[in-house]
Nanobody, 129 residues
Framework: QVQLVERGGGLVQAGGSLRLSCAAS????????MGWFRQAPGKEREFVAA????????YYADSVKGRFAISRDDAENTTYLQMNSLKPEDTAVYYC??????????????????????WGQGTQVTVSS
């Protein structure tokens, strides 16, 4: 059974930092690209960041570029999202997702949530002020 478990969410003041983690089990971690999405109340789910299966490339939404950093540790089957300079508009439930490795050229491959194979349960991030 595939599981993605997010941790690290919480309440933080504007300008502060949080580090989210996503521990994967039940899959071959190195065969999956990993992504982070978020959904704020009353809004659509949106892409935040993704990292390729090899860790060689990363992709970010314009709204988080320069503030967030995605990484992966294959020895621990874990993906991380370091969030700095947090803003109230970053408040959302953050979801980890796994996307099966492929060499196909697909438009918006990493940024479309519908492409992903597995999802975590989400973790709440609340930024005050």
């Amino acid at each position: 059974q595939v599981q993605l478990v997010e941790r690290g969410g919480g309440l933080v003041q504007a300008g502060g930092s949080l580090r989210l983690s996503c521990a994967a089990s039940g899959l071959t971690f190195s065969s999956y690209n990993m992504g982070w999405f978020r959904q704020a109340p009353g809004k659509e789910r949106e892409f935040v960041a993704a990292i390729t299966w090899s860790g060689g490339s990363a992709y970010y939404a314009d709204s988080v570029k320069g503030r967030f950093a995605i990484s992966r540790d294959d020895a621990e089957n874990t993906t991380y999202l370091q969030m700095n300079s947090l803003k109230p508009e970053d408040t959302a439930v953050y979801y980890c997702a796994a996307l099966r490795k492929t060499y196909a050229k697909i438009t918006n491959y990493y940024t479309q949530g519908s492409h992903y194979n597995y999802w975590g349960q989400g973790t709440q991030v609340t930024v005050s002020s």
